[in-house]
């Protein structure tokens, strides 16, 4: 079973740029589809990456161009790049390994001047 951490979450001013890093354990990380997720106060989870075993991605609308995933299967981690950073961007941040269900603890991104 794959545990996942996340970290790098803060404090940012709009416009500013954050990397998040979910760090893999507990199983061969190569083999997991990984998405990353946000949900701010009062809304539902919503999806805002997602990285493929090959390395292939894929982004909703409201971020792309934004935000780029990314993966080093040698350090079991996967980023999330944040450029350009908007108050609406404002949420805990979550990854998430599609093949087994397994949700990290999330890491606060508070976009603020």
């Known amino acids: 079973q794959v545990q996942l951490v996340e970290s790098g979450g803060g404090l940012v001013q709009p416009g500013g740029s954050l990397r998040l890093s979910c760090v893999a354990s507990?199983?061969?990380?190569?083999?997991?589809?990984i998405g990353w997720y946000r949900q701010a106060p009062g809304k539902e989870r919503e999806w805002v990456a997602l990285?493929?075993?090959?390395?292939?991605?894929n982004y909703p609308e409201s971020v792309k161009g934004r935000f780029t995933i990314s993966r080093d299967n040698v350090k079991n981690t996967v980023y999330l790049q944040m450029n350009s950073l908007k108050p609406e961007d404002t949420a805990v941040y979550y990854c998430?390994?599609?093949?087994?269900?397994?949700w990290g603890q999330g890491t606060q991104v508070t976009v603020s001047s």
């Open positions: 998430k390994s599609l093949q087994t269900g397994t």
């Open positions: 990285i493929t075993q090959s390395g292939s991605t």
């Open positions: 507990g199983d061969i990380f190569s083999r997991h589809i």
